[in-house]
């Protein structure tokens, strides 16, 4: 890693802590931490699954329970379990949680204002623009991805929601079983692998390798979800693939696709796949692809 990358990354995190006030104990002149007003503006009217609120902010238990602890004394909050379920806590704002909600919220923007005044229009264009850039590479340093079974719970939904997708975008509409999909024992090691993307905890992509004995490794069911699209995972999950098929020896990866994803066919060309002819009967696809790939020791 590049020292002076470094560097700057951790200049500007102490910028932006001393700039937006996180090192008071009192946040926004609240009274309390950063860690407690942070939590209580994660919290919507709804409720909240404790636990998945926890992956959200990317916080231990011991930890957030003593803030939610914190925040029930001052009454802000109440937690209770699920009633279908007594092992899962939920946690909801109460009357005065949500006016403090409120206020905190404006003294956020109050505080946004603060930082934005000093600069002129041009200035301020320059900032937002840079902060929607950091904002967005670090989401995507965020994202984790993760070998799972292909009957996994998180590969299922990614694997309805792809589907969902195609019968919405291909012109014939999509039948999985017309598709050549691969079985289960196909994306199980030693035969294949499956991939999810997480973040925040919540499943928001997929991608296969089909790992065939004495065949080209082959790239089945990639997809990422609307809401996490421009974050480079489908690079990232090209890049993955193509590094584990060459670590299992393959040194020709291929996959094939639909006329209406163009942004897919955009990035395959981009990737440095090549197109070729037809190497399966695939029904719905009408472009296949190859590349080169370097055996891996």
């Known amino acids: 890693m590049d020292p002076a990358q470094i560097d700057q990354v951790r200049r500007f995190n102490r910028t932006v802590t001393e700039r937006v006030g996180v090192l008071h104990d009192h946040y926004l002149g609240r009274g309390r931490p950063v860690g407690e007003a942070r939590l209580l503006w994660e919290i919507d009217g709804r409720g909240q699954d404790v636990r ?5 902010l990317g916080l231990d238990s011991g930890y957030v329970s003593r803030l939610l602890r914190s925040l029930e004394a001052d009454g ?28 905190l919220d404006r003294r956020s923007d109050e505080l946004a204002c603060s930082l934005l005044e000093p600069l002129n229009t041009g200035q301020r264009a320059r900032l937002t623009t840079a902060m929607a850039e950091v904002d967005r590479l670090l989401t995507a340093a965020t994202v984790t991805l993760d070998a799972v079974d292909p009957d996994q719970p998180d590969a299922e939904h990614c694997l309805r929601s792809y589907f969902t997708e195609l019968q919405e975008r291909f012109d014939t509409g999509f039948d999985p079983a017309r598709s050549l999909l691969p079985d289960a024992g196909e994306l199980r090691p030693p035969h294949g692998l499956f991939l999810v ?13 089909k790992l065939p004995a004495g065949a080209p490794a082959e790239i089945k069911r990639m997809w990422v979800a609307p809401h ?14 193509e590094a584990r098929a060459a670590r299992h020896g393959c040194d020709v990866l291929r996959l094939d696709t639909n006329k209406a994803l163009s942004a897919a066919i955009g990035l395959y060309h981009a990737y440095g796949f090549e197109e070729v002819a037809a190497f399966n009967d695939e029904p719905y696809a009408h472009h296949w692809f190859e590349k080169r790939i370097g055996r891996s020791g």
Not at 197 to 209: D, F, I, K, N, S
Request: hydrophobic residues 40%; aromatic residues 2%.
């Open 228 to 241: 996490a699209r421009g974050l480079g995972l489908g690079r990232r999950f090209l890049a993955e693939l």
């Open 52 to 56: 998945r609120l926890r992956e959200r």
């Open 197 to 209: 993307a997480r973040l925040h905890g919540e499943p928001v992509g997929c991608a296969g390798l």
């Open 76 to 103: 802000l909050v109440t937690v209770e379990p699920l009633p279908r379920d007594r092992r899962v806590r939920t946690v909801r704002l109460t009357d005065a949680g949500r006016t403090e909600r409120a206020l």
